[in-house]
């Protein structure tokens, strides 16, 4: 599959898939499609920290999956955008290029990680519900097992998501290492006030 090409080349030789794509232009709905893969991981952890997961049954589950897949689709292309803009504002104070396409596809990259993620979510909450619904001690041993497993790969591509956004926003802003760490923090910090305002105390 040409996803799995494309997460093999990135952990290959990250730095030259993000400059050969900084260079020429990425499409906008890839980006939007890879924001929608953020919004939904992140989504899934608030979910998961506010007890909205009632997988009892099966068809809740799928009802639960179709949810987060909405909700988190929505909440990844608006905080992304706003992110992104953010970037290019504070990033004005550090003498960065500030080029705004190119600090979306810089995000958009380094959101292919968590396309894997969104994949591994998906299979958590179906093994939920088999598991919500499975009596013999075995099978919970096992299903369990592997929850917990696909739990750390998710740790592990997460990790992967954030040392890939670091170079791209380096290579995006042209900045040194500090600059391109601080453009980042205080484009947060500003995301941050906007979603504690307008965002959180509807979740």
Known sequence: MKLFKT????????????????LNEFPWYKIFILFTCDGIVFFFYVMK??????VEDLPRTFAVIFTLLFLGSIYGLVSNII???????????FNGTNN?????TALAWSFYPLTISVI???INFILAGILMINSEQTGVWV???????LAIINSILYIWH??????????????NKIKTLLNYLFSIILYGLFYYFFIYPYF
């Open 7 to 22: 997460l093999f080349l990135l952990w290959k030789n990250p730095k030259k898939v993000l400059e050969k794509n900084l």
């Open 49 to 54: 920290s506010k007890g909205l997961f009632k």
């Open 83 to 93: 992110l992104g803009f953010n970037i290019k504002l504070t990033g004005k104070l």
């Open 100 to 104: 705004l396409k190119k600090i979306y």
């Open 120 to 122: 591994i979510i998906i």
């Open 143 to 149: 299903l369990s097992f592997i929850i917990l497993f």
């Open 162 to 175: 954030l040392i890939l956004l670091f170079i791209g926003l380096k290579m995006s802003q042209e900045l």
